[in-house]
C-alpha cells in the first residue's frame, strides 16, 4: 500500500510563493505519474488539475498557472514538489497530491494541503 504525505500549504500574499511536497512512501512498485490537483471554494465537487509530471519527463500544467508554476519529481526520494510563484487569490485551494502507481495504474490521493492567497 502506498501512503501520500503532502506539506507546504499555508497562508501567503498575492504575489507571493510556496512549494508543496509530497512524499510517497510504502510498497512502490513504480510510480507512472505524480501529480497535484485542487478543490477551489464552492466548488465541492471539482478538483482541478493543476499540474502533472509523467515517467519519462512529460509535464503538463493548467493554463491558469503556466508560467507560474513548476512540478519537479525526485525520483530517488519519491517525492514531489509543485513551485507556486507569482500566486493569484484565485490560487486559493486545497491542494491534493495524486499518484499513479504501478502496471494496474492505481491512483492514490494525498490527504490535501491548503493554500490560502490574500489580495
Known amino acids: 500500500q502506498v501512503q501520500l504525505v503532502e506539506s507546504g500549504g499555508g497562508l501567503v500574499q498575492a504575489g507571493g510563493s510556496l512549494r508543496l511536497s509530497c512524499a510517497a512512501s510504502?510498497?512502490?512498485?513504480?510510480?507512472?505519474?505524480m501529480g497535484w490537483y485542487r478543490r477551489s471554494p464552492g466548488k465541492y465537487q471539482q478538483r482541478e488539475l493543476v499540474?502533472?509530471?509523467?515517467?519519462?519527463?512529460?509535464?503538463n500544467y493548467a493554463d491558469s498557472v503556466k508560467g507560474r508554476f513548476t512540478i519537479s519529481v525526485d525520483k530517488a526520494k519519491n517525492t514531489a514538489y509543485l513551485q507556486m510563484n507569482s500566486l493569484k487569490p484565485e490560487d486559493t485551494a486545497v491542494y491534493y497530491c495524486?499518484?499513479?502507481?504501478?502496471?494496474?495504474?492505481?491512483?492514490?490521493w494525498g490527504q490535501g494541503t491548503k493554500v490560502t492567497v490574500s489580495s
Open positions: 495524486n499518484v499513479e502507481e504501478g502496471i494496474l495504474g492505481l491512483t492514490i
Open positions: 499540474a502533472v509530471s509523467i515517467s519519462g519527463g512529460t509535464t
Open positions: 510504502g510498497s512502490i512498485f513504480r510510480i507512472n505519474a
